[in-house]
């Protein structure tokens, strides 16, 4: 299996445009988390899928973040308007079995 | 919530010295992971160990979930070992929801 897939891997845009990083996890994986890593924070869960469904999203800071799983394959994980302390490494990880979560090369995101 | 708290903070060593990890936390677990993130930033599994002790390699890892702690062991340390090693909890009952600890900086000098 290739592992969990992020792209794009580097991000920069401005203050105020839409941001959507993208996420496929491995097939089989019945969960799917999204984590963000920063200098000040170290890394923290955000938000967390099973089947799909959204299961626990108190990690997500504000209502300008938003998390989606349309399917079993793809997890979009969007940010609307974007501001410079959104900056950070955005990773997603998925798993089968309780425990071992594996995680993607994450998505290093920078707005100016 | 559960606390996580991983020492030394820094830690440099030569090439072929061995090493001890320790990660202390607040609450029982029943999940704990050890992860290795190399310099590139990719986050790599070593231990899924809520109890017990597992070896790998070089690398072996213990917790004893009634005293909280966890413990990662590094021996003949190559500089490939260099990173930060996380280790992270759950004690939500899911399994699911980990909590890490802020990490140990490992550089390992040529």
């Known amino acids: 299996d290739a592992g969990v897939i992020q792209s794009p891997r580097h991000e920069v845009t401005e203050m105020g445009q839409e941001v959507t990083l993208r996420c496929k996890p491995i097939?089989?994986?019945?969960?799917l988390f999204w984590y963000r890593q920063t200098m000040m924070r170290g890394l923290e869960l955000l938000i967390y899928?099973?089947?799909?469904?959204?299961?626990?999203d108190s990690g997500m800071p504000e209502d300008r973040f938003s998390a989606k799983m349309p399917n079993a394959s793809f997890s979009t994980l969007k940010i609307q308007p974007s501001e410079p302390r959104d900056s950070a490494v955005y990773f997603c990880?998925?798993?089968?079995?309780?425990?071992?979560?594996?995680f993607g090369p994450g998505t290093r995101l920078l707005v100016l | 919530g559960i606390q996580v708290e991983q020492s030394p903070p820094d830690l440099i060593l030569q090439e072929g010295a061995n090493s001890t990890l320790r990660c202390n936390f607040s609450?029982?677990?029943?999940?704990l992971q050890w992860f290795h993130q190399n310099p590139w930033g990719q986050l790599i599994n070593l231990f899924y160990?809520?109890?017990g002790t597992k070896q790998n390699g070089r690398l072996s890892a213990t917790t004893v979930a009634t005293e909280r702690y966890s413990l990662l062991y590094i021996s003949s340390s190559q500089t490939t070992d260099s990173g930060v090693y996380f280790c992270?909890?759950?004690?939500?009952?899911?399994?699911?929801?980990?909590?890490f600890g802020s990490g140990t900086q490992l550089t390992v000098l040529p």
């Open positions: 899928f099973n089947n799909n469904v959204p299961i626990d």
């Open positions: 609450d029982s677990v029943n999940n």
């Open positions: 992270a909890v759950d004690s939500s009952g899911s399994a699911r929801q980990l909590t």
């Open positions: 990880a998925s798993s089968l079995i309780p425990g071992t979560q594996y």
């Open positions: 160990i809520p109890s």
């Open positions: 097939s089989g994986h019945d969960y």
